[in-house]
């Protein structure tokens, strides 16, 4: 079965203040890595896919990075616009393309 | 604005009644989710459809059903209803082609939030 960790449930920031989001994965064949953000009384809303270890994605201020146990949401200087929780999801092998795993996510909070 | 259409925005209901949900995928989108968010479950797969036909079955209740027309509206059913039925429930789409493409990446709705009283 298809597992998912996010570390931690919570982080507090200063603006500015760079840090990492982990997310720990168990998966039978990797078939993708999904990052999302979440507003509060909104859906996920996609932010990026990793696919194989090694591989980094860049958008604004995140950067995500993916080993074969764990990716990172990388975010550098953030403001107080990205605070929001930011969900990781799995998709393994021989699994429909839209049946991810999501974990529990880490709620981020930047303060001004 | 997702381009994913969900409604009710809210529904307030009673145990034991029946409820449905309704969800419009994006323009050209073929497939769609349903996912439910709970505080203690976090995101949970329920079911996919892709044009017309389930795809993918997660932990869906049998008294869950869902369907997708032939205009590519889904509904999701909801029956005999308890307590812990209370959640988010989100529908998400995708063009639902190939392995790696974009077509892949799910486009959530807004939600439904369901409450049982």
């Known amino acids: 079965e298809d597992q998912v960790t996010q570390s931690p449930e919570a982080l507090r920031l200063q603006e500015g203040e760079s840090s990492s989001l982990n997310c720990s994965y168990t998966?039978?064949?990797?078939?993708?890595l999904f990052w999302y953000r979440q507003d509060p009384g909104k859906g996920p809303e996609f932010l990026f896919t990793?696919?194989?270890a090694g591989e980094e994605k860049e958008k604004e201020r995140l950067k995500a990075t993916l080993t074969k146990k764990e990716s990172f949401l990388h975010i550098t200087a953030p403001k107080p616009e990205d605070s929001a929780t930011y969900l990781c999801?799995?998709?393994?092998?021989?699994?429909?393309?839209?049946?991810?795993?999501f974990g529990q996510g880490t709620i981020l909070t930047v303060h001004p | 604005d997702s381009g994913v259409t969900q409604t009710p925005k809210h529904l307030i209901t009673a145990t034991g009644q029946r409820v449905t949900l309704r969800c419009s995928p994006r323009?050209?989108?073929?497939?769609v989710y349903w996912y439910q968010q709970s505080l203690d479950q976090g995101l949970q797969f329920l079911i996919q459809?892709?044009?017309?036909?389930?795809?993918a079955k997660g932990n869906i209740l049998e008294r869950f059903s869902a369907q997708q027309f032939p205009d590519l509206h889904s509904e999701l059913n909801l029956s005999s209803l308890e307590l812990g039925d209370s959640a988010l429930y989100f529908c998400?789409?995708?063009?639902?082609?190939?392995?790696?493409?974009?077509?892949?990446?799910?486009?959530f709705g807004a939600g439904s939030r369901l409450t049982v009283l």
């Open positions: 998400a789409s995708s063009a639902g082609t190939g392995v790696r493409s974009g077509a892949n990446v799910l486009t």
């Open positions: 459809y892709y044009n017309g036909e389930e795809r």
């Open positions: 990793l696919y194989s």
């Open positions: 999801a799995v998709r393994g092998r021989g699994t429909s393309y839209g049946k991810l795993t």
């Open positions: 998966v039978s064949g990797l078939r993708g």
């Open positions: 323009s050209g989108d073929l497939s």
